[in-house]
């Protein structure tokens, strides 16, 4: 009886405990469920700064930016807005990271500012964030010119090429195909000036600054030159096929299907007289093609593209530009900053920004989405011009190497200098600066 007692008793604490262990059990599983669901409602958002040109801010605020957010509510996008001209909007990051940890987590560069920023240790290393099939969906030189000495420090957010702007109509009346090679550029010029079609044939950038360079570039790859090879950098600029490029830029003046002030114009100057309908030819990049086919514009409706002509031994050039995603050394969020940079150049986010702002895709398979050509017609051919991209030199000295060609170039295009010296002069310092 009396152990039946005990057993009784020792059944009624078991239960009490049971319950108070299940009641504490219970309590610790709220708190950690309270206590997982806090932080989410009181901490703040990571903020992720990015440094653009004011143009671009607003279809990045009003566009993708805005879908990422939603898709990542503890992330956001802090949008700095920079100057207009893209080598202040270089100095400013510059300055930035030579004065210690950059305010900017991500980089938004143009193609010519990898090198110098991943050699000086600005950029963190994508190699292995990205795979090599992923990285196949974008155009091949969009990507090569993000690289530097083998290891990739961004990807590609739109694309940027040189080409050739023609007069489609005013060439058919005359019963002439698009020009392949610089002297058919030149017959059909010379021709249609002469039919009184129009007052100029060919238009390009001749001022001293880097469009010029980017310009010759398309010139020189199409007499077959080169300018310096990053591999071994070997400098090409007092070779014959230079030599002969910079002939052909003199020649269009002299025979008079250039105009004589082309030697300063730089990209607006030539738009507006081909928009104008003044000239048959124009070098240019993408963002003419809107433009020039506006209501408003005389040439609506009656322009078409192609490749950079080029000679027998020689290849068709486009220079690329472009800009592409890095992310900063210094930030204190690479994995949010790279959760951004796979969003903003997927290809959701791509299409969606070049059907709201117009801008060049990066990936391959936009130039023939079916909504993007409806849109933009001339996107697969615009598609067979990035296949011919050239980079200009992707070296760290990249931006002394320009300065150096700007200025010696701009001399034998005004006859200040013979074309031969100012080439020895630019070959010369550009082997001293590259120590050969």
Known sequence: MLNLQVVNKFRKIFQKLKFRVAAIFIAVVFGIAILSIQP????QPVVLNLLMTAPDAQPWRQGIIKD?????????????????????????????????????????????WTPKFAA??????LTDKITQQELAAFSRLDVEGRRYKGKLYAIPMRSDVGMLYYREDL????????????????????????????????IWQGKQYEGLAAMF??????????????????????????LAAIEFLKNTIQIGISPPGVTTYQEEETRRIFQNG?????????YVWPLANAESSAVDGK??????????T??????LGGWALGISKSTKHPEAAWKAISYFTSEEAQRKFVLEAGFVPSRRSLFIDPQIVAKYPHYPELLKIVDQAVLRPPIAQYAQTSDILQRYLSAALTSRMTPEAAMKNAASETRQLLGR
């Open 68 to 112: 990422f957010e939603a898709k990542n509510p503890g992330i956001r996008i802090n949008i700095v807005e920079g100057p207009n001209a893209t080598n202040l909007l270089e100095d400013l990051y510059t300055s930035a990271f030579i004065l210690g940890d950059s305010p900017y987590d991500l980089v938004n560069m143009d193609v010519i």
């Open 303 to 312: 322009i078409a593209i192609k490749p950079m002509v080029h000679t027998k």
């Open 120 to 125: 000086a240790g600005w950029l963190l290393d």
């Open 171 to 202: 060439l058919k009346e005359a019963g002439f195909n698009p020009p392949e090679s610089f002297d058919d550029l030149v017959k059909i010029s010379q021709s249609l000036q002469e039919k009184n079609k129009v007052d100029w044939g060919y």
């Open 217 to 242: 570039v398309e010139i020189l790859e199409g007499f077959g030159g080169y300018w310096v090879n990053p591999e071994t950098l070997e400098v090409g600029l007092d070779q014959s096929e230079t």
């Open 314 to 319: 020689g290849n068709s050039g486009a220079c």
């Open 40 to 43: 989410a409602q009181t901490q």
């Open 278 to 286: 003044n000239s048959a030819f124009l070098r240019n990049w993408p």
